[in-house]
């Protein structure tokens, strides 16, 4: 490959245009609203009101795998993008604090394969059975025409449950608090346009590859890591101001999303260890660092924002939890993230 800068963009996705379709439907979801809906709660998750003031909200959260889903058509191992689809919701709820109650899946297919949804829908129950959830129920639409022969599309949606008063969401955060982060599995759902454009489709090859320990494919496929059981345990122990999943748009978008005004922070990218599929990518692409943590998580799926006198304490627990936290940055006055 040659030295020429590869980009998210180059891949067919321009992010600018999500921004706008975000600008130009706030009005028409908010003339939905009515005085249970709470607005400016957190960014993570929708919240609805159950009890008044004092009492139980819900959280709820949508999201889909993307084209991380092309590597299991083409490779026939439909299993672990069903555990992807609800890391995607519930990953985002727990940032608030809401532990998940329920899931919903949604798979539509040009022509139903029964043993190809069997094993997409088994990923779905794992990854319920790791967030603590129950599958309540979904949809499986056959679409003739819609979809080209042996693939489908696959999207999840969770509703989670949080005392009002028990709400993670950022407005406590002041510069000087420590951020930690929570490694990733790998490469989550995040970024696979610019995966496949940088990594190819051909799976016999990426099965073949083991110069990451392990064959590519797998390495590719290895679901997203669900951090609810972690999160909950470590929000009884500890004062969380702040839980940014780093999903689409990576450090650069997820984590100011905690921030009150006026709040930015440094990260130090050094001070974890990460994955060698990321130094592929990276190699790849030609992609500075700032486009490389704004479009991947680079090795880290979750970050926490606590007091820095707690900041040891909380990546001890972290640890004794099976994560593997590290303490990467600290909160500064301004705003966006500087690496």
Do not use: W
């Amino acid at each position: 490959m040659d030295d020429k800068k590869i980009t998210y963009a180059d891949s067919g996705v321009d992010v600018t245009r999500g921004y706008a379709v975000v600008d130009k439907i706030k009005a028409h979801a908010a003339s939905t609203f009515n005085k249970n809906v709470l607005q400016g709660l957190g960014s993570f998750g929708g919240f609805y009101s159950l009890d008044g003031e004092d009492g139980n909200c819900l959280v709820a959260g949508t999201d889909g795998v993307g084209t991380k889903l092309k590597y299991a058509f083409l490779s026939g191992k439909n299993a672990t993008v069903g555990i992807d689809c609800v890391a995607m919701c519930v990953n985002d709820i727990i940032c608030q604090g809401a532990k998940p109650l329920l899931f919903l899946d949604y798979i539509a297919t040009g022509r139903i394969n029964p043993s190809a949804i069997e094993d997409v829908v088994s990923g779905v129950a794992e990854g319920c059975r790791q967030s603590g959830c129950a599958l309540v129920g979904g949809e499986t639409a056959e679409m003739p025409s819609m979809y080209a022969p042996g693939e489908y599309d696959l999207a999840g949606f969770s509703v989670g449950i949080v005392r009002r008063d028990r709400i993670i969401n950022g407005s406590r955060i002041t510069p000087g608090c420590a951020l930690v982060g929570l490694t990733s599995s790998g490469l989550h759902s995040n970024g696979f346009s610019l995966v496949r454009r940088l990594l190819g489709e051909d799976v016999d090859a990426l099965e073949a590859d083991t110069s990451l320990g392990k064959s590519l494919l797998d390495v590719i496929l290895t679901p997203t890591h669900i951090y609810v059981k972690s999160a909950l345990a470590l929000a009884e122990k500890f004062d969380i101001l702040g839980l940014a999943n780093i999903t689409g748009g990576g450090f650069i978008e997820n984590i100011p999303r905690i921030f009150p005004s006026g709040v930015g922070c440094k990260v130090d990218i050094n001070a974890y260890p990460k994955q060698d599929i990321f130094n592929l990518l990276a190699e790849r692409s030609h992609l500075s660092d700032a486009e490389l943590y704004n479009t991947f998580n680079m090795g880290i799926g979750m970050v926490a924002c606590v007091k820095p006198e707690i900041a040891d304490s909380f990546v001890k627990a972290a640890n004794a939890l099976g994560e593997h936290a590290y303490i990467i940055g600290e909160t500064i006055e301004g705003a966006g993230v500087r690496l």
